[in-house]
C-alpha cells in the first residue's frame, strides 16, 4: 500500500482528475465503496480523504453552487426560449426536478473535485509526503 509519488501533478491535472472522480494526486479510480460512501484513504497513494473536522463542507458548497448554477440555466433559458408565454407551472416543477436530482447525481463528483481544490489551494505537506512514500 502507499506508492512513492515522483513528482505532484499539475493544477489543471488535479482538477481533471478530480472532475472524474478519480485521486486528485495519482490518478487512481474506484475511490466509491458505493455512490454516497467514499474510501477514507486512496488505495494507490494513500491519500488519507478525511483531511480534518468539518472537511466535507467545502464539497457541500461545490455542490450547492453547481445545482444552483443548473437551476439558473433551467429558469433563465426556459424563461428566455418561451417568452412572452412562459409556462410557469412547467418551469416551476423543471426547476424543483433541477434542485432534487442535479445535487444527488453530482454528489460524489463534487467531493473528488473539492478535494482537487483543497489540494491545490495547500499542495501536498508534509504529512501527505510521508504517507505517500510510507511502506506499511
Not at 482538477?15 to 495519482?26: A, F, N, S, V
Not at 424563461?79 to 423543471?94: A, S, Y
Amino acid at each position: 500500500m502507499g506508492r512513492p509519488m515522483s513528482s505532484d501533478p499539475s493544477i489543471p491535472t488535479m482538477l481533471g482528475r478530480g472532475l472524474t472522480r478519480r485521486c486528485p494526486r495519482c490518478g487512481q479510480g474506484a475511490l466509491f465503496r458505493r455512490w454516497f460512501s467514499m474510501l477514507p484513504r486512496c488505495p494507490r497513494c494513500d491519500l488519507d480523504f478525511e483531511r480534518g473536522e468539518g472537511f466535507w463542507l467545502g464539497s457541500m458548497a461545490v455542490n450547492l453552487g453547481v445545482t444552483e448554477a443548473a437551476f439558473a440555466i433551467v429558469l433563465v433559458g426556459g424563461m428566455v426560449l418561451t417568452w412572452p408565454d412562459v409556462p410557469w407551472v412547467g418551469l416551476g416543477i423543471v426547476s424543483v426536478l433541477v434542485n432534487l436530482i442535479v445535487p444527488l447525481v453530482f454528489f460524489p463528483f463534487s467531493k473528488t473535485l473539492f478535494l482537487a481544490v483543497d489540494l491545490v489551494m495547500h499542495r501536498m505537506g508534509a504529512i501527505d509526503r510521508r504517507s505517500a512514500t510510507d511502506e506499511r
